[in-house]
């Protein structure tokens, strides 16, 4: 079980966890991570696309033990192109690395057309059953990307037997959310919740209780004003979450990291 530090009561600050960050990405690190303590984050999910980033998050993760706490992943995206040898030498990464690692992600599936293109649907469905099939077999959580696959997403997690799931950034259907809540998942939300409709609307329907925070960084976030993530915007996810649900950001923090201890199993000392 991997031990997180907790911000003492009396600081000016409230207790959030970033809980599907893709740091291997972020620039200046030292001083995002420092930013993001100060803004209150106790711990950073870094999630993983391919071996190379898997790498990186395993070597942050030592850096900034308690952390950052890594998942380890093959996204939809990274399948484009890849050598069936290239797409066994990743899994093999993540079994052979997976007890360093609290979850297994960012995986899933993307019916996205450009994405189609270079990983067609049976290519990632193969690949994200035999991912499931380890979560499983270690009992470890999973971090999905689901665009456009959001049922087909949650059949296959069902089918896997795994109890302890996020669909991160969720825009799907309602219908969906529904049966994402009652099969006991989660979803997230991103910093995105301060405009995307599909996404507010996901954030207010689902219980507090399925809810975590994430920032998704370093995407790029915004209409008018766009700006590059990084952790320390989960403060953006929590306010947006807050206006959102009509109740105050200290209750929100309190409950959504109480969610990610939950779901990630992380230690409550």
């Known amino acids: 079980m ?38 209150g984050v106790t711990a950073i999910v870094a999630v993983g696309q391919d071996k190379s980033s898997n790498q990186a998050n395993l070597q942050l993760a030592a850096r900034y033990p308690g952390f950052v706490l890594p998942a ?12 069936t040898a290239q797409i066994e030498q990743s899994l093999e990464f993540i079994l052979s690395n997976l007890s360093q690692a609290p979850a ?9 057309k450009r994405v189609l293109k270079g990983a067609g649907k049976e290519l990632q469905q193969e690949v994200l059953k035999r991912l499931l099939e380890i979560a499983a077999r270690f009992n470890k959580p999973v971090s999905l990307h689901s ?15 795994l109890t302890r799931a996020v669909f991160h950034w969720y825009t799907g259907f309602s219908s969906t959310l529904a049966e994402i809540v009652e099969a006991g998942y989660y979803i997230s939300a991103t910093p995105a919740a301060e405009y995307h409709e599909e996404h507010r609307r996901a954030v207010r329907e689902a219980p507090l209780d ?60």
């Open 147 to 161: 665009r456009y696959a959001w049922k087909d997403c949650l059949r296959a997690v069902k089918d896997s037997g």
């Open 210 to 269: 399925r809810l975590l925070l994430e920032t998704d960084s370093p995407v790029n976030y915004g209409r008018e004003n766009r700006y590059r993530s990084q952790p320390s915007d989960v403060l953006r996810s929590l306010k947006a979450f807050a206006e959102i649900k009509g109740m105050a950001e200290e209750e929100i923090a309190r409950i959504t990291t109480a969610n990610a201890r939950v779901l990630f199993k992380f230690d409550q000392s």
């Open 72 to 83: 380890l992943g093959l996204h939809p995206w990274s399948l484009a192109g890849m050598e």
């Open 2 to 39: 991997r031990s997180i530090r907790k911000i003492s009561s009396e600081a000016n600050v409230l207790e959030l966890i970033d809980s599907h960050a893709h740091l291997d990405e972020v620039e200046d690190i030292d001083n995002v991570l420092d930013k993001a303590r100060q803004t």
């Open 104 to 112: 297994i992600g960012e995986i899933g599936l993307d019916y996205d």
